[in-house]
């Protein structure tokens, strides 16, 4: 059957068993004004400590590093002057640096192929105003591009991230996303063309201070990385850790707990991505943050998965996609010192993990990697809106609702604002380019056209459960 042509019945079985039948009692219901009121911030007062950052030492070069790292994958951005093009606010992000310095963060990851590109340099000249000795620079070889996986281009990227983070060393170096694409993708990008040779002997040499890989993806290619660890002597590996897909595999990766495991019994540290699922996990669906908040009532949702991802003993650093200084200074209080997540809190947080994957949420993480779209659609603000609204449990149900002109009124003013409507759902032709880039394996045209199918629903004001 042809995704363009599934029926409303079929529609419902699919984006419907979650987003608008499995959680009736939350769907299409507004939460109570009492609940709207409720925060999820964190809503401690004073100065943010200085000199209480929690440490974990590195086993082979025995560095300190801050168990909060500093993603720059999501850094803030503006339009250039007469010019439709982003740029690096490079400003706010010096004070963002400044200021997790002066806070004992000193671990910060980039890339040559976040934010397009942009990234790397300001990382760079962020961190070149501040002595070495005072950061740790993390990057990757993220040769994704036919041009970068020949050896004279993937060597020329390599080059490029010194020049870009102007450094003569890099502390922590990657593979980037091992996994997607399974063992074929990995042999083309680093085995046949000789590069894992090439970045072994650079460590050797000292340009590399510690070597390891990040990893999204096929499970064999994870396994079998892992499997030559005698040959290769991983430094580190990156993985995707929180508390939702520590012991739920849903159906796009595999638990955490064994990603965690595996390294724990070989002695490699992992440096954690995702802690709060693309921010999903800093929003949740009220009724759930209300049972954390009962628990401890000044902490932020964030916070509780911020100390979930760095109690393993194993964990160096967590990492975080900063913007804005309230999530920074959030996140350092969570780690000024670590309080370890408890018996009974880890239980708690198991529940809510449970009740959360039973709702049609996009697994979309926003890091971007399935963006340009050639057809101009923004594929993760789709998807980040789509997800906000079942959040706030503004989902309209059904026409027969009293709450349901009010919500789907709300949903479709909503989106125009979120999502210009030249870059919406419904100009998706299922082109299939963006799939392969997707580290959640997200079957990103299906959800497009999903998510098109309710719109349409809603503009023309039919109920869900009567129009085939």
Known sequence: MSDKNISRRDFLKIFGAGAVASAAAFYGCKPSESEQNISQSGEHSGNVPTDKMTYRKSPKTADNVSLLGFGMMRLPTRKKQNSTED?????????????????????????????????????????SRHPRNKFFVATKLSNFDPESQTRAGAIAMYNRSFKNLKVYVIDYY????????????????????????????????????????????????????????????????????NYVDW???????????????????????AVVMEPLLGGRLGKLPYHLFVQLKSRRPADSAASWAFRFAGTPPNVLTVLSGMNVMEHLQDNIRAYSPLVPISPDENALLKQIATEYNQ????????????????YGINIPGVFMFYNKMVNEGTIPKSSQDKNYRAARRRFLIEYDRSVPTLRQSNHCIECRICMPKCPQRIRIPREM????????????????????
């Open 87 to 127: 740029e690096i606010n490079q400003n706010i992000v010096n004070q963002l640096v400044d200021y997790a310095i002066e806070h004992g963060v000193n671990y910060f990851d980039t890339s040559p192929r976040y934010i397009q590109g942009l990234s790397e340099p300001a990382t760079g000249e962020a961190l």
């Open 174 to 241: 990657l593979l980037h996303s091992i996994g997607g694409g399974g063992m074929e993708s990995l042999n083309k990008r680093y085995i046949d063309n000789g590069i894992l040779d090439f970045l072994l002997e650079e460590r050797k040499k000292g340009k590399i201070r510690n070597l390891g890989f990040s990893f999204h993806g096929d499970i064999e290619v994870y396994d079998y990385m892992l499997s030559q660890h005698d040959k290769y002597k991983w430094d580190f590996v990156q993985i995707q850790l």
């Open 247 to 269: 012991n739920v595999s849903s159906g796009r990766s595999t638990d955490a707990s064994y990603l965690y495991g595996e390294l724990e019994k070989r002695g490699i540290p």
């Open 359 to 374: 709702y049609s949420l996009v697994p979309c993480t926003d890091c971007n990697y399935c963006m340009p779209c050639p």
């Open 449 to 468: 056209i999903r998510i098109d199918e309710f719109v349409e629903t809603l503009k023309h004001g039919k109920d869900f459960g009567n129009n085939d």
